[in-house]
C-alpha cells in the first residue's frame, strides 16, 4: 500500500513544479553564428497581442562565453507595432560588473544573463508585433555571443 502512494505522489510534485515557473505568453530563442554575431546579423522576434488590457513583463536573456571579451554589448533595438510605426533605442547591456565578474548565471565556460526588458508594461494596439536587435559593437563579428531570447510573460492581476 505505501509504494502505491508513493508511486502516485511523485508524478503529482513533478507536475506541481513544471507548473510553478513562468507562463511565457511568447518565448522564442535565436542562436548566433559559431563565427560570431554581424552587423548584418539582425535577430527579430515576432509575436501577436490580442489583449490590450493585460500588462506583461518582458525579458531577455543572452547566453555568452566567459571568454567574452567585453564588459557590456551595445545593442539597437527596434520595435515595430501594428499600425506600422515604430521605435528605435540604443541599449548597453551590462553582462560584467565593474570588478570584471559575470552578472547572471555561469556554469562551465557559458553565462546567462536574465534581463528584465521591461515590467508591468502594455501594449496599446492588437496584431502583430515585432521587436529586432542588432549589435552595436565596434567589432563585427562579434565573438562569444550564443543566443539571445525573448520571453513575454503576462502579469498576474493584483487580487
Known sequence: ????????????????????????????????PQEGWTYPDTLCFHFEIQDTLMHYNLWLDIQHETSYPFQNI?????????????K?????????????QWNGTCRGNRCTLHI???????FNQKGSYAICIEQYMRESPLPGI??????????????
Request: hydrophobic residues 35%.
Open 146 to 159: 550564443h543566443s539571445i531570447q525573448l520571453a513575454i510573460e503576462r502579469v498576474k492581476p493584483d487580487k
Open 74 to 86: 551595445y545593442t539597437q533595438f527596434h520595435t515595430r507595432y501594428p499600425d506600422g510605426s515604430g
Open 88 to 100: 528605435d533605442q540604443v541599449l548597453s547591456i551590462e553582462l560584467a560588473d565593474q570588478s570584471g
Open 1 to 32: 500500500m505505501i509504494k502505491h502512494y508513493r508511486w502516485t505522489i511523485i508524478p503529482g510534485l513533478f507536475i506541481l513544479l513544471l507548473g510553478c515557473g513562468p507562463a511565457y505568453t511568447f518565448q522564442e530563442n535565436i542562436e548566433i
Open 116 to 122: 528584465p526588458l521591461q515590467n508591468n508594461a502594455y
